[in-house]
C-alpha cells in the first residue's frame, strides 16, 4: 500500500484534529477524531499533543461527519477528483481507500 509524508501544518484550533475518509466508489464515510490536549499544552508529550487515528484511542475524541452538508459535500467531489487523477495518470485504478485530511490554520 503506498504511503505519503508531508509537513505536518499547525491545526487550525489549539486541538489538533485530521479527518478520514473511508471510500470506495460506491460509498463514503467520514470521521473527525480531535486530539484532547492542546497543542500548546507542554505537560504531555508531542506525540499526546498530535496524536489522531494514528495512535491510541484515549488521545482523540471521534465523531462521525454526516452525509449532509457543506463539509462532507467538499469531501466527496475531492475523492473524485482524486480518483479521476490516479485513473487519468497511471495504470492504477482505485476500489476503496482510506484518506487523510487536515484543516489547518490557513483553511
Request: net charge neutral; aromatic share 12%.
Amino acid at each position: 500500500m503506498p504511503n505519503l509524508i508531508q509537513q505536518f501544518p499547525l491545526p487550525k484550533e489549539s486541538h489538533n484534529s485530521v479527518i478520514k475518509v473511508i471510500w470506495t466508489p460506491l460509498s463514503v464515510r467520514m470521521e473527525l477524531a480531535t486530539n484532547k490536549y492542546s497543542m500548546f499544552d507542554n505537560k504531555c508529550t508531542l506525540e499526546a499533543r498530535t496524536a489522531t487515528f494514528e495512535c491510541l484511542d484515549i488521545y482523540s475524541r471521534y465523531e462521525e461527519i454526516k452525509n449532509k452538508g457543506h463539509l462532507f459535500e467538499i469531501l466527496s467531489k475531492s475523492m473524485w477528483q482524486i480518483y479521476n487523477h490516479i485513473k487519468r495518470n497511471s495504470e492504477v485504478l482505485l476500489d476503496s481507500g482510506n484518506f487523510y485530511f487536515r484543516i489547518n490554520e490557513k483553511d
